[in-house]
C-alpha cells in the first residue's frame, strides 16, 4: 500500500480533470507577455484571472528599482531576519507600510499565507478565542491549527450571527479575536464591517481584518475595506500581501499595539523561514509608492470592474452579490464548469476554475480578477466569449433565432 | 441522563436530516462522514447549526475529534455541563 493511498479519492477527481481536458493544476504558459496577456499553446491568452489588481507586474520603475537591489544586494538573504540579520529594506518597507496605513509599527512575512499563520498562532493561543468567518481563506484556517486555540466559526458576514457567537463565550475567560476579509477572494463581496466593528465593541473582542483582495482596491487612499467603511479605529491588526496589488510576493501586518514588536520573538512562521530577497523588497516599495502617488490606477479598475460585472450580469449569469475586481459566475454542476473553463481558455481567455470544497456552499465557480490594466477592449472580448459558450452550454438561454435546438 | 442522551441524539438526526436533506437513521456507532457522506464543510455547518440548537460553543478541535454519533452526544452533553 502506498502511503499516498488516502488520497485515492483525490486522485479519482483529478483523473476526471485531466480527462476533461486542460485542468488548472497543470496549465502552462509558454510566456507571460504583460500584467493582461500571455501565450499558452502559442495561443495569446487574456489573463483575467491573476490578481494583478493594478498591473504592477511589468511597471517599468518597480521592474528598475528590482533590477538595481538585485545588482547591488544579491539574489538572496538565505536566512530568517533573527539568524542573519535584516537587510535596510525589510526596515524601510515597513516603515512605509506603517505610514501608508497611519500605524506604529509593521512586520513584514515571506508570503502572504506566512503572514496568517505568524500573526494568528502569535495572537491567540490555549485558553483564547478565535472566531472566524465561515467562508475565511485557508491561511486563517490554518492559522487557527498553528495557534492551538478554540476555534468558532460564524455565518458568512451576518454580524447577527458573530454577536450571537461572542455572547455564548461572554463568561469564557481567555482572549477573543474576530478574524474577517475585506474582500472574499472567491464571490467577489465585502465584509459588513461596521456592523462588525459594533458587535467588536460591544463584546470587548479585538478585531483583525485581511486586506489581501482589497488593499490598494478599496476606500478613498487605497487602504482598504477599514478605511471605505470608516472604521479603522476599531481594527487592531490589518493583514496584507504583496502578491496582489503590488505584484510580488510577501505580507504583512500592520497595528498600533504598543507591544506588537514582541511578535518578532514568539511568531514561528516570522522567525523560522527565510526573509525576502532584496529585488522583491525593492519593487514592493516602489509599487506602493505607485499606489499612493496613483490614485488614477484605482479608478480604472474601479471602472474596469464594473464594466465586467454589469455586462456578464446582463447577459444574465449568476454573479457575486458586488461589483467588485472579483467577478465569479456561478456554473449550474461540476461537469459544465470543468467544461465552460476548458472552452474559455481555447477561445484565449484564462481564468480560474473554483471547485467545492473551497467555493461558498459548494458551488462551482468560474473566476475572474480584474486589472487596472486591462483595456476595455479586453473586458469587451471576454464578455462576448463568456456569452458565446454560456449559449453553446445551455448556461444561458440561446437566443431567439436558435430557440428550437 | 439516559433521557438526556437519548434527546440529544434526537436533536442530532433532526439536524442531520436537515443538512442532507433527507430522513436519516442514525445510531451512536453511525460514522458521520463515512456513512452519511458529509465532507468536513458540511461536518462543520452541521456543527453550527448544533451549536444553535443547544446554544453552546463547540470548538473546531472539538469537531475534529468527532468520529460518530455518539462521540458527538458525548461532546455535546460535556460542553452543556460546562455552560
Not at chain 1, 464591517?193 to 460591544?202: Q, S, T, W
Not at chain 1, 512562521?269 to 509599487?287: H, R, V
Request: proline share 5%; glycine share 8%.
Amino acid at each position: 500500500m502506498s502511503i499516498l493511498a488516502k488520497y485515492a479519492s483525490m486522485k479519482g477527481a483529478l483523473d476526471g480533470l485531466r480527462h476533461a481536458g486542460q485542468n488548472p493544476f497543470d496549465v502552462k504558459f509558454d510566456s507571460v507577455l504583460s500584467p493582461t496577456e500571455g501565450e499558452l499553446d502559442g495561443r495569446r491568452t487574456i489573463l483575467l484571472g491573476t490578481n494583478n489588481y493594478l498591473g504592477l507586474t511589468f511597471d517599468q520603475s518597480c521592474i528598475d528599482k528590482s533590477v538595481e537591489a538585485v545588482r547591488a544586494q544579491g539574489t538572496g538573504t538565505t536566512g530568517s531576519r533573527i539568524a542573519n540579520g535584516s537587510y535596510d529594506g525589510h526596515k524601510r518597507l515597513e516603515q512605509e507600510l506603517a505610514d501608508f496605513y497611519g500605524r506604529e509599527h509593521c512586520m513584514v512575512f515571506t508570503t502572504g499565507y506566512q503572514a496568517n499563520l505568524g500573526i494568528l498562532s502569535a495572537l491567540v493561543g490555549r485558553g483564547d478565542h478565535l472566531i472566524i468567518d465561515a467562508d475565511s481563506h485557508a491561511s486563517i484556517y490554518d492559522g487557527s491549527r498553528l495557534a492551538q486555540t478554540e476555534v468558532i466559526r460564524f455565518r458568512h458576514n451576518d454580524p447577527k450571527d458573530l454577536h450571537k457567537r461572542l455572547k455564548r463565550l461572554a463568561d469564557a475567560p481567555g482572549d477573543k479575536l474576530i478574524v474577517v476579509e475585506g474582500i472574499y477572494s472567491m464571490l467577489g463581496d465585502t465584509a459588513p464591517l461596521k456592523e462588525i466593528a459594533a458587535v467588536k465593541r460591544e463584546t470587548g473582542a479585538y478585531l483583525l481584518v485581511d486586506e489581501a483582495h482589497s488593499m490598494g482596491v478599496l476606500g478613498p487612499t487605497g487602504r482598504g475595506l477599514a478605511e471605505l467603511a470608516g472604521v479603522e479605529e476599531d481594527v487592531d491588526f490589518i493583514v496584507g500581501t504583496f502578491s496582489k496589488s503590488l505584484g510580488s510576493v510577501g505580507g504583512f501586518c500592520v497595528s498600533d499595539h504598543p507591544d506588537f514588536d514582541l511578535l518578532r520573538v514568539v511568531s514561528r512562521p516570522y522567525m523560522f523561514t527565510a526573509s525576502l530577497p532584496p529585488s522583491i523588497i525593492a519593487s514592493t516599495i516602489q509599487a506602493l509608492h505607485r499606489l499612493r502617488e496613483e490614485p488614477e490606477l484605482r479608478a480604472r479598475l474601479t471602472a474596469n470592474a464594473r464594466r465586467l460585472y454589469d455586462g456578464l450580469t446582463t447577459l444574465g449569469f449568476a454573479t457575486g452579490p458586488e461589483a467588485n475586481p472579483i467577478v465569479a459566475v456561478a456554473m449550474p454542476d461540476r461537469e459544465t464548469a470543468i467544461a465552460f473553463w476548458n472552452a474559455l481558455l481555447v477561445g484565449g481567455l484564462y481564468l480560474n476554475l473554483a471547485l467545492p470544497p473551497a467555493t461558498p456552499n459548494n458551488t462551482p465557480l468560474l473566476r475572474s480578477s480584474v486589472s487596472a490594466a486591462h483595456t476595455p477592449e479586453q473586458i469587451d472580448t471576454a464578455i462576448e466569449l463568456f456569452e458565446k459558450v454560456g449559449r453553446e452550454f445551455g448556461v444561458l438561454p440561446a437566443p431567439a433565432r436558435r430557440a428550437r435546438a | 441522563m439516559e433521557a438526556t442522551t437519548r434527546s440529544v441524539r434526537d436533536g442530532i438526526a433532526a439536524a442531520l436530516s436537515q443538512t442532507v436533506g433527507r430522513s436519516v437513521e442514525i445510531s451512536d456507532n453511525t460514522n458521520i462522514a463515512r456513512d452519511l457522506g458529509l465532507d468536513s464543510l458540511a461536518v462543520m455547518n452541521f456543527i453550527m447549526a448544533l451549536e444553535d440548537e443547544y446554544d453552546i460553543s463547540i470548538p473546531l478541535d472539538r469537531v475534529a475529534q468527532v468520529e460518530t454519533v455518539g462521540d458527538l452526544v458525548t461532546a455535546i452533553e460535556e460542553l452543556r455541563s460546562r455552560g
